[in-house]
C-alpha cells in the first residue's frame, strides 16, 4: 500500500536537512500532542500547556525557525513549512502557536522593530521562554483592517493607545502583543510593542469556541494604555507592515492544511479497511475508493503547489498574490478532504476517539483566519485583472 503523500514519489524533492526536521517535528507530535490532543480540544488548552508546549517548541528550534539571527535557527522557507505540516498533523492549534509566534509576532519585531527591540524580545521569544501575540482584528474590522478604530496618539514623548482587538491568537497567555493602530496627528498605521502587565492593558479570553479549542483566544482591550517613545516599530508606518507580516503566517498555512488533512486521509484509509459492511471491508467498495482516491489526489497536488511556493520563497521570488493562491486551495481542499474522510467514519467519525471532525472545525477558522477564502479570491482576482474589487 502507498501512503497519501508517497502516491508521486515526491520524497527526493526534499533535500536530507528538511526530511530530518520534518521528521523530528512528527516525532514531537507523536510524543508530546497527539496523547493529549483530545482532552486539550474537549477542556480547552490550558495556559500552562500553552507555555510548556511554548518551551518545547523553542527547545526544537521551531520559533521563528526561519528568521536569521537572535536565537533562531535560519532554517529555509520549505522546512519552516514542513514543520507547520507536522505540526498541524497534530492539530490546527499548536501550528497556529508557532506560526503566530514566528510568523506574525516576531517577524513584525524581527523585520521592523529597531536593534534593541530586536535585543529585548527575538532571544526569549526564539526559546519559548517569551509569548508574542499579534492584534490586528478588531470587533468590526477584520478583512478590511484599513478601518481599524483603535488610536494612538502622542502625549509628549510617550504614546497613549485606545482600542479593541478582536480574535487574537494567545492573546491571554502572551508576555508582548504586537499592537497596529492608526496615528491621531498623521493617520498612519503603526506597530506598537504592548507588554502584558501594562497599566490600561487586559486581554480577556474568548470562551464558547467550537473550533481551534487547543489554542487560547482573546480580545485586547486598550484604555489609556501609555507607551515611552521606543514602544513604536521604527521601520514602518502603513498597512504593509502588518500585511508582510501575513504573508509569513500564511505561507506557513499552505503546508500546515496539508498535515490536517494527510492525518484525516489516513485515519479514513485505516479506518475502512478495519470496518466491515454488508460483510466485507469498506475499503473494498468502489465508492469508497474514489473517495479516497480523490482526496488523495487532491492532497497531492496541493503538496505539490506548497512545495512549489516554498522552493520560490527561498529563491526570494514568491509575491502575496501567490500565497493567495496557496493559502485558498489548500485550506479549501483540506477542509473538503476532513469533511469527506467524516462520512468514512460514519458516526465514529463525529467522536474525539477520532481526529477528523476535531480537523474539520479547526479547519472551519483556517479558512477564516490570515485572509479568508473570499479575500484571497479577490487578491487573485485583482492580479489576473488589474481591477480592485475591495475600494
Ligand atoms: P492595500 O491598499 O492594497 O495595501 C496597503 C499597503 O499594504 C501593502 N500590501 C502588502 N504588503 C505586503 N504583503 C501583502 N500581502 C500586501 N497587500 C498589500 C500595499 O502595497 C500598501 O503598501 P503602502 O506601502 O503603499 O502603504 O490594502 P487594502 O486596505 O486595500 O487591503 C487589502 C486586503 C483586503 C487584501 C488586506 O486588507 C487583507 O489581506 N485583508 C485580510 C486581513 C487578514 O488577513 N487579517 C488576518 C489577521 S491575523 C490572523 O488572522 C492571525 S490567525 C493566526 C493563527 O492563529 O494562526
Ligand atoms: P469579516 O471581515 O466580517 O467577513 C465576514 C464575511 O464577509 C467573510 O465570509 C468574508 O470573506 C466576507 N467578505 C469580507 N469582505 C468581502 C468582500 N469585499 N467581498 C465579498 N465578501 C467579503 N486576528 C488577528 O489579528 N490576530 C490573531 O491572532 C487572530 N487569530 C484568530 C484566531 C481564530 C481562531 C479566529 C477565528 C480568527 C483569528 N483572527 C486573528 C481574526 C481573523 O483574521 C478574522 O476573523 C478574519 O480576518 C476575518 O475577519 P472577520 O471575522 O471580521 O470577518
Known amino acids: 500500500m502507498t501512503s497519501p503523500l508517497e502516491l508521486l514519489t515526491v520524497e527526493h524533492l526534499l533535500s536530507e536537512e528538511e526530511r530530518d526536521l520534518r521528521d523530528a517535528v512528527a516525532h514531537f507530535v507523536d510524543d508530546r500532542v497527539r496523547p493529549s490532543i483530545a482532552d486539550w480540544y474537549e477542556d480547552g488548552l490550558s495556559e500552562n500547556a500553552v507555555r510548556e508546549l511554548a518551551l518545547e517548541a523553542g527547545k526544537l528550534g521551531l520559533l521563528g525557525m526561519h528568521l536569521t539571527g537572535y536565537g533562531c535557527a535560519g532554517t529555509n522557507a520549505v522546512s519552516y513549512g514542513l514543520a507547520c505540516m507536522e505540526l498541524e498533523a497534530g492539530d490546527s492549534g499548536v501550528r497556529s502557536l508557532v506560526s503566530v509566534q514566528g510568523s506574525l509576532a516576531m517577524f513584525a519585531i524581527w523585520k521592523f522593530g529597531s536593534e534593541e527591540q530586536k535585543q529585548r524580545w527575538l532571544p526569549g521569544m526564539a526559546a519559548g521562554e517569551l509569548i508574542g501575540c499579534f492584534g490586528l482584528t478588531e470587533p468590526d474590522f477584520g478583512s478590511n483592517p484599513a ?17 479593541t482587538k478582536m480574535w487574537i491568537t494567545n492573546g491571554a497567555v502572551g508576555d508582548v ?3 497596529w493602530a492608526r496615528c491621531v496627528d498623521d493617520g498612519t498605521v503603526r506597530g506598537f510593542l504592548v507588554p502584558a502587565g501594562t497599566p490600561g492593558f487586559s486581554a480577556p479570553k474568548i470562551g464558547k469556541k467550537l473550533s481551534l479549542r487547543a489554542s487560547v483566544t482573546s ?10 517613545a521606543d514602544a513604536v516599530l521604527p521601520e514602518v508606518s502603513s498597512l504593509r507592515g502588518p500585511l508582510s507580516c501575513l504573508n509569513e503566517a500564511r505561507f506557513g498555512i499552505v503546508f500546515g492544511a496539508l498535515g490536517a488533512a494527510r492525518d484525516c486521509l489516513a485515519t479514513a484509509i ?28 487532491e492532497l497531492q497536488k496541493g503538496y505539490l503547489l506548497a512545495l512549489h511556493l516554498g522552493r520560490l520563497k527561498d529563491a526570494g521570488e514568491l509575491r502575496p498574490e501567490q500565497v493567495s493562491l496557496g493559502k485558498l486551495n489548500n485550506v479549501r481542499e483540506a477542509l ?5 474522510c467524516r462520512t468514512i467514519l460514519g458516526a465514529n467519525g463525529i467522536t474525539l476517539e477520532y481526529p477528523v471532525l476535531r480537523h474539520a472545525n479547526n479547519l472551519e477558522s483556517v479558512l477564516t483566519y490570515e485572509g479568508t477564502s473570499e479575500v484571497h479570491q479577490l487578491v487573485i482576482g485583482q492580479a489576473l485583472t488589474g481591477q480592485n474589487a475591495f475600494n
Open 147 to 163: 478601518g481599524m478604530r483603535t488610536r494612538a496618539r502622542r502625549d509628549g514623548d510617550d504614546w497613549v493607545l485606545d482600542g
Open 177 to 179: 502583543a504586537v499592537v
Open 219 to 228: 480580545e485586547l482591550v486598550l484604555e489609556g494604555v501609555r507607551l515611552p
Open 270 to 297: 485505516s479506518y475502512a479497511q478495519t470496518r466491515d459492511v454488508f460483510d466485507r471491508p469498506l475499503a473494498s467498495f468502489q465508492l469508497t475508493q474514489a473517495k479516497l482516491a480523490d482526496m488523495a489526489l
Open 336 to 340: 473538503a478532504i476532513a469533511r469527506e
